[in-house]
């Protein structure tokens, strides 16, 4: 990917991942070169800007946080695949919707790499196998730049999206991609769908 920095963090707290992004977004000029992050969060609940607060469990040990991306509620978790794109937008001449598909379709040729056939949704945005939610997608765009990202479910618990209204949908499941196909080591395996991915959003 041309003038793309790609960085893999391992596993670090939303909130500080956050800040970084808000920095970086903030330090920028007209000739900051554009970065990927990919990162796991330990457990979090994740309030979009206009979530409603009563989508999430009043009483739970799992952290919430409402951060400045669209959406709904989410959770991260380990296990999960973030991946942050910090893009100058305006620089490369693409709009937030076609930012949206981009992420969306990059996943779905990802995991059907795998043998997995996945979707997109044009009324709630992210990635969907037979009606269950494999990928979470959301934006924040501030001077013409974007960060926050996508989240991909490879092999985690998925037992604290059972407590919230996934994306503030009452009829959406959450899966996961070793429910959906053979996964040998899971470590090796966000290696291999890492690059996978990156590979995807690069063409």
Same mark, same amino acid.
């Given at each position: 990917?041309?003038?793309?920095? #790609?960085?893999? *963090?391992?596993?670090?707290?939303?909130?500080? /991942?956050?800040?970084?992004?808000?920095?970086?977004?903030? &330090? %920028? +000029?007209?000739?900051?070169?554009?970065?990927?992050?990919?990162?796991?969060?330990?457990?979090?609940?994740?309030?979009?800007?206009?979530?409603?607060?009563?989508?999430?469990?009043?009483?739970?040990?799992?952290?919430?946080?409402?951060?400045?991306?669209?959406?709904?509620?989410?959770?991260?978790?380990?296990?999960?695949?973030?991946?942050?794109?910090?893009?100058?937008?305006?620089?490369?001449?693409?709009?937030?919707?076609?930012? #949206?598909?981009? *992420?969306?379709?990059?996943?779905?040729?990802? /995991?059907?790499?795998?043998?997995?056939?996945?979707?997109? &949704? %044009? +009324?709630?945005?992210?990635?969907?196998?037979?009606?269950?939610?494999?990928?979470?997608?959301?934006?924040?765009?501030?001077?013409?730049?974007?960060?926050?990202?996508?989240?991909?479910?490879?092999?985690?618990?998925?037992?604290?999206?059972?407590?919230?209204?996934?994306?503030?949908?009452?009829?959406?499941?959450?899966?996961?991609?070793?429910?959906?196909?053979?996964?040998?080591?899971?470590?090796?395996?966000?290696?291999?769908?890492?690059?996978? *991915?990156?590979?995807?959003?690069?063409?």
């Amino acid at each position: 990917m041309n003038e793309i920095r #790609v960085r893999d *963090l391992g596993r670090r707290p939303l909130a500080a /991942v956050w800040a970084d992004m808000q920095g970086f977004t903030d &330090r %920028r +000029d007209e000739g900051t070169g554009d970065e990927i992050w990919f990162v796991e969060h330990p457990p979090v609940y994740t309030l979009g800007l206009n979530a409603d607060t009563g989508h999430v469990p009043e009483n739970t040990d799992i952290e919430v946080v409402r951060i400045d991306r669209g959406g709904q509620v989410t959770y991260h978790g380990p296990g999960q695949l973030v991946c942050y794109v910090l893009l100058n937008i305006k620089r490369l001449g693409l709009g937030v919707r076609t930012l #949206v598909e981009t *992420l969306e379709t990059a996943v779905i040729d990802t /995991v059907a790499s795998y043998g997995v056939q996945a979707r997109a &949704r %044009r +009324d709630a945005p992210g990635v969907y196998v037979g009606g269950r939610k494999l990928a979470a997608v959301g934006l924040r765009i501030r001077r013409g730049c974007s960060y926050h990202g996508i989240a991909v479910n490879l092999e985690m618990d998925l037992a604290p999206f059972k407590r919230i209204r996934p994306c503030g949908l009452d009829d959406v499941e959450v899966t996961q991609l070793s429910d959906l196909c053979d996964i040998a080591g899971p470590a090796r395996f966000r290696a291999d769908f890492e690059q996978r *991915l990156l590979d995807r959003l690069a063409a």
